[in-house]
């Protein structure tokens, strides 16, 4: 069993960064895809951010050039930075771990919100 645990939203000005914390227990990052995804009030969950466990990195077209995944294998922890804010980047942000040989999403946080005021 993977537990997942997410840090970091708050309220942001539009053009600022935040950096969300994805902190895992049950299993190494580094052995999962971890993933992190979002939802907007009245929108679908997406994802917005990815990482294999060999270290290559997806990114949606809406994040693209201004969000960077990344992990700590020795905090076992994975982190979102959010430069260039936009108010519809405003959701709530979830993680999320895909273990080895699978095709779904197997475990996830329970969210954490971003604001972004414009």
């Known amino acids: 069993q993977v537990q997942l645990v997410e840090s970091g939203g708050g309220l942001v000005q539009a053009g600022g960064s935040l950096t969300l914390s994805c902190a895992a227990s049950?299993?190494?990052?580094?052995?999962?895809?971890m993933g992190w995804h979002r939802q907007a009030p009245g929108k679908q969950r997406e994802l917005v951010a990815s990482?294999?466990?060999?270290?290559?990195?997806n990114y949606a077209d809406s994040v693209k050039g201004r969000s960077t995944i990344s992990r700590n294998n020795a905090k076992n922890t994975v982190y979102l930075q959010m430069n260039s804010l936009k108010p519809e980047d405003t959701a709530v942000y979830y993680c999320?771990?895909?273990?080895?040989?699978?095709?779904?999403?197997?475990?996830w946080g329970q969210g954490t919100q971003v604001t972004v005021s414009s």
């Open positions: 999320s771990a895909m273990q080895y040989g699978s095709s779904w999403w197997n475990y």
């Open positions: 049950g299993s190494p990052v580094r052995t999962n895809t």
């Open positions: 990482i294999s466990s060999g270290g290559s990195t």
